[in-house]
């Protein structure tokens, strides 16, 4: 190879590098808002329980919600939750042809928000880990 096909060839290559960067750093940035989001809304679903009349101190119990793709997914999503002192159970879900299968795991709980955003978040890193989705909670 001569002088200026070397150049441009590692032009080439340095400029897919900056690309596969911005998408990686543009990635975590859209993981770290979704996040940031959800702690959000678990904070402001924890004071409106309370405004309600819910003691913070008292256990209630406490619905999860997951999307997911396959009966495979529900199994190993099941048997993790059910470890971790989850009641579970699965349902198709007609018509919903990308994540045709809906996991409510339920356990009784205290509404302080660190223990809620941590249940959060492991719910959505399960559900990111099957390709599924976390759709929030309820009390």
Not at 46 to 63: C, I, M, Q, S, W
Not at 93 to 106: K, Q, T, V
Request: with cysteine; net charge negative; glycine share 4%.
């Amino acid at each position: 190879m001569d002088v200026p096909h070397a150049l441009i060839a590692v032009a080439v290559v340095g400029v897919i590098i900056l690309i596969a960067g911005y998408f990686r750093v543009r990635k975590a940035l859209q993981q770290q808002r979704s996040l940031e989001h959800h702690e959000n809304w678990d904070e402001m679903m924890v004071k409106r329980l309370r405004a309600e009349g819910y003691h913070p101190f008292n256990e209630y119990p406490v619905d999860f919600f997951l999307a997911l793709k396959d009966q495979a997914s529900c199994d190993e999503v099941r048997a993790r939750l059910e470890r971790e002192g989850f009641a579970v159970d699965v349902k198709p879900i007609e018509n919903a042809s990308e994540l045709p299968f809906s996991l409510h795991a339920s356990k009784a709980m205290r509404l302080i928000v660190p223990d809620i955003q941590a249940v959060s978040r492991h719910m959505t890193e399960m559900a990111e880990e099957f390709q599924g989705r976390y759709d929030r909670w309820a009390a």
